[in-house]
């Protein structure tokens, strides 16, 4: 298994909603990833786990709340989201921290709408 | 300033027409990472380069690192219809940071 699976590919919630997105990965890759994509941007780092511990959180706002529960699979807890949270989230994930001796696999991403 | 230059921004090919792109780091790379994207899903992983010099090739695709490791080149031979999508260069700048950062893309249009 060579993938990252990211479910749900589409999820539109409101303001005041909580919900969850989840990333799953089979490859034993001990780095996992989130990235938020706005339309027509690239990519931005969001969170960094690694060994199932938080490294790296960059800034982000509290109404986002990332969950390793084990070593396959990463949360994204999401609540009182705004308008402007509305973008393209990707996972991904890597052997090591640095990604150097594989690289870094993505995953399709989940597209949320928050209305 | 941008970290990450890429250029260019935008590509129209004729199907058949070889195409390169660059991406230009204003820091040293300790990895430089190519991906594909289709708008709107995921990145596909198309290459991984780390050294000075080197240079990697899948099917027509092509991509170096410069001596100096501070620039990248994406070349695709006698371009596909297939081949259009989001091309993104990712950077890893070292340090205790451990994000790639990315270029802002090159939208590629391969007309038949």
């Known amino acids: 298994d060579t993938e990252v699976t990211q479910t749900p590919k589409h999820l539109v919630m409101g303001m005041t909603n909580k919900k969850s997105l989840k990333c799953e990965q089979h490859m034993g890759h001990r780095a996992m990833y989130w990235y938020k994509q706005k339309a027509k941007k690239p990519p931005e780092l969001m969170f960094v786990y690694s060994y199932e511990k938080l490294s790296i959180n960059e800034s982000v706002p509290s109404r986002f709340s990332p969950e390793c529960p084990n070593s396959s699979l990463l949360n994204l807890h999401l609540h009182a989201l705004q308008p402007e949270d509305s973008a393209l989230y990707l996972c991904?994930?890597?052997?090591?921290?640095?990604?150097?001796?594989?690289?870094?696999?993505f995953g399709s991403g989940t597209r949320l709408t928050v209305v | 300033s941008q970290e990450l230059e890429q250029s260019p921004q935008s590509l129209i090919v004729q199907e058949g027409k070889n195409l390169t792109i660059n991406c230009t780091s204003s820091k040293t790379l300790y990895g430089l990472y190519w991906y594909k994207q289709k708008y709107g899903e995921g990145l596909i992983f198309l290459m991984m380069?780390?050294?000075?010099?080197e240079e990697k090739s899948h099917e027509k695709i092509t991509a170096k690192l410069d001596e100096k490791k501070q620039q990248s080149s994406l070349h695709i031979t006698a371009s596909q219809p297939s081949h259009a999508g989001i091309y993104l260069c990712?950077?890893?700048?070292?340090?205790?940071?451990?994000?790639?950062?990315f270029g802002k893309g090159t939208l590629l249009t391969v007309n038949p």
């Open positions: 380069l780390q050294k000075g010099g």
């Open positions: 991904a994930s890597s052997q090591g921290l640095r990604g150097r001796r594989h690289g870094y696999t």
């Open positions: 990712g950077a890893d700048h070292g340090g205790s940071n451990y994000k790639l950062t």
